[in-house]
């Protein structure tokens, strides 16, 4: 970090914005192609009806909320990252706080979509929204599922602000350093800072109050989501636990997201003397930090069940672990619990290698801990004859390949047009450290 | 500082010379108009004497507004038709409090662009005036006003206190 400079930052970080070559835009190619897949997919159930999706009685909800509640989790390590490191002023948050940030806006975006497709009838998505209307209809705010809607979008309003915010100093740097339409589209973008002391005087007050403000909505956004189920009275989802474990969760995934971001990152743009090791070693503790914590949520759950001695909550962990998905619930335990302890062994977090598999893990195990809640729950509630269970179809399959292809198709476009390391934040951090 | 004076743009590498230099300036009686860094310094906002940021107001004005708006928006809805759902009595003050905190989050954050915008000066079209594009990068620049009489001297003072570069401007 030493040999850093203010010039040598610029030069890294703009050296990325360079025109990209023909292994780019295949690529890009390929994940619009994905994109286009789950397009068509959906396009295909709205035409033929949400019955082409695995969802039964009792099974309603599946892979879509699946999907919505992995993509929200993944979101929630990107304002942890900019947001409350930034408040316990962690120097290390600052090479990633970008590609944080960046992943949070899209991530929340995919999973904003994802009610829309459960919907069906799509068109109907107004129902949602306090809209004035003659039947003096209104959304029932006392419902946790209105709860998300105003919370997600809120995240989603909050998270995009933030980002933006951030990106302005950089965005004038862009600027200053470039020609013709370029300078003209980033002398728009950057609305003419020139970095005055009243600029930045107000500027870091902003942005410490946009930090301040999204940690606790980045911890109720979650809790939000973890009501949808908390606050129902199915075995399995009808706990007071909830909310902490699935915001811990949340960082959990979003964490090994972000190495499985930065791994690649770092490799193809030359970030190393920026994304250093040190900085990876410092997300893996954390994942080991935030393993614990869901694993020991997982113990807790079935403690309490054993604890409360009540017969449909026993046999719903037991199911879960001995029943029809225990192949995913084991996987989940696994993934989520044993492997990130391989952080423990220095060798696993300095190595970039075993820091990529390991988050790939972390993130299928993350994937399917919401499978096993989700279907998981409904499939085996209070009465056998209502038992059964849930198998996702090719519709929804297609539908989840296009969400990732989407999510990284924006993040690679992302990655070489707009700075994907803050030039500005690792300007203070070296300045602070000389 | 009359309309017809020059601003002289010293560029300097560092933060500590910057603020050695803002001090030799004040002290031989020039007028600092203007300090542009590539990082923010609360050292510099120091040594020109700016107040304290007023962004905290619009935020604080924002979250009022959203708690306010938000419980008004839950009760004015369940009271449209008053129909118990759920066992809940019409005026759920839990989960609307719910609604309110994020209501809260959300205004308080416009707010907070707001006062961002508003007291930042953006969008500011003129941002080029008196603004040197290394100031964006590795360099800090001081601006100081002074009568076309007086800028040979000024000039002097600048390249003793170790600018790098001078850039000359008419105010």
Avoid at chain 1, 46 to 58: C, K, L, S
Avoid at chain 1, 235 to 252: K, L, N
Avoid at chain 2, 33 to 59: N, Y
Wanted: aromatic letters at 14%.
């Amino acid at each position: 970090m030493s040999q850093l400079t203010f010039e040598t930052i610029n030069t890294t970080v703009l050296n990325t914005l360079t025109r990209p070559g023909k292994i780019y835009w295949g690529i890009i190619a390929l994940l619009f192609a994905g994109v286009v897949l789950g397009a068509s997919c959906w396009a295909y159930q709205i035409f033929m009806g949400v019955g082409v999706a695995g969802m039964n009685t009792p099974v309603h909800w599946g892979t879509y909320l699946i999907n919505f509640v992995f993509w929200v989790g993944i979101a929630h390590s990107g304002t942890l990252i900019s947001a409350i490191l930034f408040l316990f002023r962690a120097g290390w948050r600052n090479p990633i706080a970008r590609a944080a940030e960046t992943m949070t806006v899209f991530a929340v975006c995919i999973a904003g979509l994802f009610p829309f497709i459960h919907l069906g009838r799509v068109w109907l998505v107004f129902y949602m929204l306090p809209i004035p209307n003659q039947r003096t209809l209104w959304p029932n705010f006392q419902s946790p599922l209105i709860f998300d809607v105003i919370a997600i979008s809120t995240y989603l309003t909050v998270s995009s602000l933030f980002w933006y915010t951030g990106l302005i100093p950089d965005l004038a740097i862009i600027r200053d350093r470039s020609q013709g339409m370029r300078k003209k589209i980033f002398t728009i973008l950057s609305l003419g800072w020139s970095g005055k002391t009243g600029q930045w005087l107000n500027y870091t007050r902003g942005y410490m109050l946009f930090a301040g403000l999204a940690t606790p909505l980045v911890i109720s956004v979650h809790s939000v989501v973890s009501w949808d189920f908390a606050l129902s009275v199915i075995p399995g989802w009808h706990t007071t636990i909830f909310a902490p474990y699935f915001v811990a969760g949340a960082i959990h995934s979003g964490l090994a997201m972000v190495l499985t971001l930065s791994i690649p990152l770092r490799k193809i743009f030359k970030y190393e003397p920026l994304i250093t090791m040190d900085v990876l070693e410092s997300i893996a503790k954390t994942i080991v930090f935030t393993g614990i914590i869901v694993g020991f949520s997982y113990g807790t759950e079935v403690f309490i069940s054993w604890y409360s001695q009540n017969i449909i909550e026993m046999e719903t962990f037991r199911w879960r672990a001995f029943g029809h998905y225990a192949p995913e619930y084991w996987i989940m335990v696994i993934c989520n619990t044993i492997i990130p302890l391989l952080f423990l062994i220095k060798r696993f977090r300095t190595r970039t290698i075993w820091l990529f598999v390991i988050s790939i893990f972390v993130n299928i195990g993350m994937w399917f801990e919401r499978f096993v809640i989700i279907a998981g729950s409904v499939a085996h509630d209070f009465l056998p004859n209502a038992w059964g269970h849930y198998r996702p179809t090719l519709i929804e399959g297609g539908i989840m390949l296009g969400a990732f292809c989407l999510f990284f198709f924006l993040f690679l476009l992302f990655v070489k047009h707009l700075p994907s390391v803050s030039m500005t934040e690792m300007k203070e951090m070296i300045h602070k450290t000389e | 500082m009359s309309t017809d004076a020059i601003i002289i743009t010293g560029l300097f590498k560092t933060q500590k010379e910057t603020l050695t230099a803002i001090e030799k300036i004040q002290a031989n009686g020039w007028e600092v108009t203007e300090v542009h860094s590539p990082i923010p310094s609360q050292d510099i906002a120091r040594a020109l004497d700016r107040k304290k940021s007023r962004v905290g107001w619009f935020t604080l004005t924002g979250g009022i507004i959203g708690f306010v708006s938000g419980f008004a928006l839950a009760v004015f809805t369940a009271t449209r038709w008053n129909l118990i759902v759920s066992g809940k009595p019409i005026l759920s003050w839990i989960p609307f409090f719910v609604i309110a905190f994020e209501c809260t989050i959300l205004f308080a954050v416009l707010g907070n662009v707001l006062g961002i915008l508003t007291q930042v000066g953006l969008p500011d079209p003129d941002y080029e005036k008196n603004y040197s594009a290394a100031c964006s990068g590795e360099l800090y620049g001081i601006e100081v006003a002074s009568p076309p009489a007086d800028v040979d001297s000024l000039k002097d003072l600048l390249h003793l206190t170790g600018s790098l570069n001078q850039l000359r401007k008419t105010k």
